[in-house]
């Protein structure tokens, strides 16, 4: 039971530090380091020396204009003294860094990575299912919109009253 809650804090822990820099669904290294068990700058040291294993599809060093955005966003201080910008990882990436790490939390938690990822593509695919209902709810109701206004076009004569039958002529003559 221990286990279970630790797991599922863990993966409330991975979905709270999933960003979206450059249209995609990324973590800072610092991220996946301690969620791995390992230092940031462990994490980066196998990202550099195993750079063949890392494409730019799977990881990317963030832009300083993007950093500092980031900064001002989660509104962080500038101390630290970082000297370089964070590396991004992709859902491919983490659980690339994951199975380069050696460390049992690395091993153990790749497994959470890919799952808060997959949660996500899942709710983006959920809403995007929705937007695309509602549009055809919207098509059906003007199509049937269409259809009542036409029908009730149709129906309206026979829903006024008859014409009053003409009046007979009073008088004297033939017209």
Not at 105 to 118: D, E, I, K, L, N
Not at 149 to 175: Q, S
């Amino acid at each position: 039971m221990i286990k279970q809650t630790r797991q599922s804090s863990v993966r409330y822990a991975i979905d709270a530090v999933i960003r979206t820099i450059r249209g995609q669904k990324v973590v800072l290294a610092a991220d996946p380091a301690a969620i791995y068990g390992v230092e940031t700058k462990r994490l980066n040291e196998q990202v550099k020396r195993n750079a063949k294993r890392f494409p730019r599809d799977f990881v990317f060093q963030l832009t300083p204009a993007e950093f500092e955005n980031l900064k001002s966003q989660i509104a962080t201080s500038n101390h630290g003294g970082r000297r370089t910008t964070p590396y991004a990882f992709t859902e491919h990436g983490a659980i690339m860094a994951a199975s380069m790490l050696n460390s049992p939390a690395a091993v153990a938690m790749s497994v959470f990575v890919v799952r808060a990822f997959v949660k996500m593509r899942g709710q983006l695919a959920l809403s995007a299912t929705l937007r695309a209902r509602l549009e055809g709810i919207d098509q059906t109701l003007l199509t049937h919109n269409a259809a009542l206004r036409d029908l009730y076009d149709r129906l309206r004569p026979l829903l006024l009253p008859p014409p009053a039958p003409p009046k007979p002529r009073i008088g004297f003559g033939g017209g």
